[in-house]
């Protein structure tokens, strides 16, 4: 089992067409989401149905969920030690029970740790605090992202992890050498950096494109 992460969700539905009830879920899930963002005063999505321009370039589409909590650990750790290495998890030891990641996590501040592990939405607009919804709009993970705060914080860790940006943005140079380096779970943060890859092509997706991240 692991966690699939994706854009354009509803355009691939539109295309496709052979599951309406999918479909209506989706569009129950993104009127849902509007009515939560008009709740904290923030401006609705409108989700695009067809596919937009620019595409991914990840190798993978989905990472084990322990994965995840790699990836959130080494930027709640980047964060309380800002320009300190971040050390591997060691050996017998569960990312998700880490200290730091929890004491940060308990700040509710971070789109990138306040979010399920498996469910849920990132939308392209820009906002501060994650929004958590109302139990009866039935959104999966109760909590809405924002796909430009989430590119912001993966843009800030990816030093952290031995991947270089220019200016923000991820070179097919860069990719190529990061998944050479990651080889046969051969780096010691391959975990957290594969994660990373997969993250932050779907949020440099999302943006571009105005298209919502859809955990699943």
């Known amino acids: 089992?692991?966690?699939?992460?994706?854009?354009?969700?509803?355009?691939?539905?539109?295309a496709h067409d052979d599951d309406p009830?999918?479909?209506?879920?989706?569009?129950?899930?993104?009127?849902?989401i509007n009515v939560a963002l008009a709740a904290e005063g923030i401006a609705a999505?409108?989700?695009?149905?067809?596919n937009g321009g620019v595409t991914g370039r990840a190798t993978v589409g989905?990472?084990?969920?322990?994965?995840?909590?790699?990836?959130?650990?080494?930027?709640?750790?980047a964060t309380e030690y800002p320009g300190r290495a971040v050390p591997p998890v060691a050996e017998g030891e569960r990312a998700s029970e880490d200290s730091v990641l929890e004491q940060v996590?308990?700040?509710f501040e971070s789109h990138l740790l306040c979010h399920s592990d498996c469910e849920g939405y990132y939308v392209p607009v820009d906002f501060a605090d994650v929004v958590f919804s109302a139990p009866e709009l039935e959104i999966p993970g109760c909590m809405v992202g924002s796909s430009q705060a989430?590119?912001?914080?993966?843009?800030y860790v990816a030093p952290y992890l031995g991947i270089t940006l220019v200016e923000g943005?991820?070179?097919d140079a860069e990719i190529a050498r990061v998944d050479a380096?990651?080889?046969?779970?051969?780096?010691?943060?391959?975990?957290?950096?594969?994660?990373?890859?997969?993250?932050?092509?779907?949020?440099?997706?999302?943006?571009?494109?105005?298209?919502?991240?859809?955990?699943?």
Do not use: C
């Open 169 to 171: 943005e991820l070179s």
């Open 105 to 107: 996590g308990e700040m």
């Open 150 to 155: 989430l590119l912001r914080e993966l843009v």
């Open 181 to 216: 380096e990651n080889g046969d779970d051969e780096h010691p943060l391959y975990r957290e950096r594969e994660t990373w890859l997969l993250f932050y092509e779907a949020a440099r997706v999302s943006v571009a494109n105005r298209t919502v991240i859809s955990f699943g």
């Open 21 to 32: 009830e999918y479909l209506e879920m989706l569009r129950n899930d993104l009127r849902a």
């Open 45 to 50: 999505h409108t989700e695009p149905e067809v």
């Open 1 to 14: 089992m692991g966690l699939a992460v994706g854009t354009h969700s509803l355009a691939y539905a539109v």
């Open 62 to 77: 989905s990472v084990p969920y322990s994965f995840v909590h790699h990836l959130r650990r080494a930027y709640a750790w």
